[in-house]
């Protein structure tokens, strides 16, 4: 199987990655900012994963786990509408 093209680019992951929401009762602040120092160490410049110095974001990468991708497709539905949708193999 060849891996899939769109536009001249070639995709071999979908990546996402989605806001946490800082201010709900439900996040721990001090979790959130341990998680960050952890991941941007104590000097955090314009390379810092969390620039806010909490975790704010969180990354999903899939992985190809067949190699028979006819069946599947990426899709973003971002704001109540569909924006792409696309079959696995697209040449």
Same mark, same amino acid.
């Given at each position: 199987?060849?891996?899939s093209k769109? +536009? &001249?680019?070639?995709?071999l992951? =979908?990546?996402?990655e989605?806001? #946490?929401d800082? =201010?709900?009762?439900?996040?721990c602040?001090?979790k &959130?900012?341990? #998680?960050? /120092?952890?991941?941007? +160490?104590a000097?955090?410049?314009?390379? @810092? %994963?969390y @620039?806010?110095?909490l975790?704010?974001?969180?990354?999903?990468?899939? @992985?190809? %786990?067949?190699s028979?991708t006819?069946?599947?497709?990426?899709? /973003?539905?971002?704001? +109540?509408? *569909?924006? *792409?949708l696309?079959? &696995?193999? #697209?040449?």
């Amino acid at each position: 199987m060849a891996p899939s093209k769109l +536009g &001249g680019t070639l995709y071999l992951q =979908v990546e996402l990655e989605m806001a #946490i929401d800082t =201010v709900n009762p439900n996040y721990c602040r001090s979790k &959130g900012e341990q #998680i960050a /120092l952890n991941v941007d +160490g104590a000097c955090a410049d314009e390379t @810092s %994963t969390y @620039s806010s110095k909490l975790m704010d974001k969180q990354t999903f990468c899939s @992985s190809q %786990t067949t190699s028979n991708t006819a069946r599947y497709a990426a899709a /973003l539905y971002r704001q +109540g509408t *569909w924006v *792409w949708l696309y079959p &696995g193999e #697209i040449t």
